[in-house]
């Protein structure tokens, strides 16, 4: 089912997820800004990139950035936690502010469409599939365009990708 709404999408902005709180969110709300979609888990090496995320959400926010975290559980069960706990964890030891979704998959039978859509725009080294944590997709403001970055890539790594992204920051009088 996933894959026939991804096979006519042209645009993220034609998906929709839904968040940690049980909300429909379509993903129009962020049509002509820059979103940062992860695939996220508490128990993982990459963990603290959260950190970085929020550190890049916090800078970049009031630019237009949207930073999205996807909870996944399918690498090593890294991320057994329901979505309240795994709320608790971000705030608690990462001060995550930005919005997170309820657990997915990204991989096999039950991607998640936002996934099915990032993984046709563009594939990684080894094919399209996922292979771990912490896998980072930049699309631009039009939803159409998307760069891939590896697990090991941090957050502060794509600033130049996200401020190319950005209209130019305005000054104060």
């Known amino acids: 089912m996933h894959n026939l709404v991804v096979a006519n999408t042209s645009s993220l902005h034609d998906l929709s997820f839904t968040d940690n709180h049980g909300n429909h969110v379509p993903l129009s709300e962020y049509a002509g800004k820059p979103v940062l979609i992860v695939n996220t888990a508490s128990k993982c090496g990459f963990t603290p990139q959260y950190e970085g995320l929020q550190q890049l959400h916090e800078k970049y926010k009031d630019r237009g950035l949207i930073v999205l975290g996807f909870p996944c559980d399918q690498f090593a069960h890294q991320e057994p936690g329901d979505d309240a706990e795994i709320e608790q964890f971000c705030s608690m030891n990462y001060g995550v502010t930005f919005a997170l979704s ?13 996934f099915e859509f990032l993984k046709e725009r563009v594939g990684g080294v080894l094919g399209s599939r996922i292979k771990w944590n912490f896998t980072k997709f930049l699309v631009s403001p039009d939803g159409t365009t998307v760069a891939r970055y590896s697990p090991n890539t941090s957050p502060a790594d794509l600033e130049d990708d996200i401020e190319a992204l950005l209209p130019e920051p305005t000054l104060a009088p």
């Open 102 to 114: 309820t657990k997915v998959d990204v991989n096999g039978d039950e991607t998640d469409p936002v």
